[in-house]
T-cell receptor
Framework: DAGVTQSPTHLIKTRGQQVTLRCSPI?????VSWYQQVLGQGPQFIFQ???????GRGNFPDRFSARQFPNYSSELNVNALLLGDSALYLC?????????????????FGAGSRLTVL | KNQVEQSPQSLIILEGKNCTLQ??????????LRWYKQDTGRGPVSLTI?????NTKSNGRYTATLDADTKQSSLHITASQLSDSASYIC????????????FGAGTRLAVHP
C-alpha cells in the first residue's frame, strides 16, 4: 500500500525561476498539507487543502501557491525563486479536515522534494 | 509567541545506552503534542501523540512524558539501536487547525556501535 508520494525527489533551479512540486496522498485521504523544512530547522506550515479548497495558509509570500485536484493529489508552485527558498518541501496527507492530531486523523508525511536554488 | 524548543540540539550515544530528549513549549492554548522521527532524507514518521490529560505513553522502546503544567515533554529511548540514528522532532498543536502546528527544530541523535 503506497504512502504519500512526492515528485521530484531532488531538483536544482536558479534564482527567478519557477518550480512545481507534486504530491499524491495516501489512497482515501482527502486532506493534503505542505511544509517547508530549511536545513537544521523544523518544518514550517505552508498550505492545507481539503476537497480542492484552501483551508489554511501559513506565513509565506504570494509567490507560493498550491492547488488540489479531484483525485486529491496536489501541486505546490513557487514563483520567482529566491536563494532562501532552498529547502526540503514536505507533503502530508490525512483522512479528514478535522484537527490533524485527532484520534484517527493521523498526519502522514511523504519523503519530500529537496529544492536547491542557485 | 508560540514556540517549541528542543534540547539537546544533537546527541551522540553508544549502542545499547538510553537517552532522553527534551521539549519545552509555550504554545497556548494547548491541544496535544507529538513526537516524530525523521531519518535523513525522509519525511517525519509519528512515534507518539499525547493529549492534555496524558502523562506517559510508550511505543516499544520509546516512552514519551508530558507535564502540561510546566509545558515540558520528554522522549526516552531505551536500549538504543543503530537504526535510532535520526532527528527527533517535537510538534505541539494549539487549537485552530493546521496553522497552530508548531514544530521544534529537532534533536539529531547519532547512535554509534
Amino acid at each position: 500500500d503506497a504512502g504519500v508520494t512526492q515528485s521530484p525527489t531532488h531538483l536544482i533551479k536558479t534564482r527567478g525561476q519557477q518550480v512545481t512540486l507534486r504530491c499524491s496522498p495516501i489512497s482515501g485521504h482527502k486532506s493534503v498539507s505542505w511544509y517547508q523544512q530549511v536545513l537544521g530547522q523544523g518544518p514550517q506550515f505552508i498550505f492545507q487543502y481539503y476537497e480542492k479548497e484552501e483551508r489554511g495558509r501559513g506565513n509565506f509570500p504570494d509567490r507560493f501557491s498550491a492547488r488540489q485536484f479531484p483525485n486529491y493529489s496536489s501541486e505546490l508552485n513557487v514563483n520567482a525563486l529566491l536563494l532562501g527558498d532552498s529547502a526540503l518541501y514536505l507533503c502530508a496527507s490525512s483522512l479528514e479536515l478535522s484537527h490533524p492530531f485527532s484520534g484517527a486523523n493521523v498526519l502522514t508525511f511523504g519523503a519530500g522534494s529537496r529544492l536547491t536554488v542557485l | 509567541k508560540n514556540q517549541v524548543e528542543q534540547s539537546p540540539q544533537s546527541l551522540i550515544i553508544l549502542e545499547g545506552k538510553n537517552c532522553t530528549l527534551q521539549c519545552n513549549y509555550t504554545v497556548s492554548p494547548f491541544s496535544n503534542l507529538r513526537w516524530y522521527k525523521q531519518d535523513t532524507g525522509r519525511g517525519p514518521v509519528s512515534l507518539t501523540i499525547m493529549t492534555f490529560s496524558e502523562n506517559t505513553k510508550s511505543n516499544g522502546r520509546y516512552t514519551a512524558t508530558l507535564d502540561a503544567d510546566t509545558k515540558q515533554s520528554s522522549l526516552h529511548i531505551t536500549a538504543s539501536q543503530l537504526s535510532d540514528s535520526a532527528s527527533y522532532i517535537c510538534v505541539v498543536s494549539g487549537t485552530g487547525g493546521y496553522n497552530k502546528l508548531i514544530f521544534g527544530a529537532g534533536t539529531r541523535l547519532a547512535v554509534h556501535p
